[in-house]
């Protein structure tokens, strides 16, 4: 019903930037907090940034000052702005949305949904 899909992964050296974007489509009726995690090998997934259906974000304290999270709800597509970046960055990013989704002209069901993760490495 609800497909989640992120896109912007890829190779780059210390200090350098990229830009992750993530569309939530389907059978949305609106989307709440939309947000970015992230999991290294061998390492739990943690939070890295989330923002609100209002645009209020919140950041770990490990990519305050490099990152930046935002989202267009029109086309309910939330980026994230990662620069200054460092190896420790290195992981899977996946993408968060927390959907009302859309059942039927009477229904509708909140349900949380993750994209399939894309990779970002960060070595010289």
């Known amino acids: 019903q609800v497909q989640v899909v992120e896109s912007g992964g890829g190779l780059v050296q210390p200090g350098g930037s990229l830009r992750l974007s993530c569309a939530a489509s389907?059978?949305?009726?609106?989307?709440?907090?939309m947000g970015w995690y992230r999991q290294a090998p061998g390492k739990q997934r943690e939070l890295v940034a989330g923002?609100?259906?209002?645009?209020?974000?919140n950041y770990a304290d490990f990519v305050k000052g490099r990152f930046t999270i935002s989202r267009d709800n029109a086309e309910n597509t939330v980026y994230l702005q990662m620069n200054s970046l460092k190896p420790e960055d290195t992981a899977v990013y996946y993408c968060?949305?927390?959907?009302?989704?859309?059942?039927?002209?009477?229904?509708?069901?909140?349900?949380?949904?993750w994209g399939q993760g894309t990779q970002v490495t960060v070595s010289s």
């Open positions: 389907g059978s949305i009726f609106s989307v709440n907090a």
């Open positions: 923002i609100t259906s209002t645009g209020a974000p």
């Open positions: 968060h949305a927390d959907v009302i989704v859309s059942l039927n002209s009477y229904s509708r069901l909140r349900n949380d949904y």
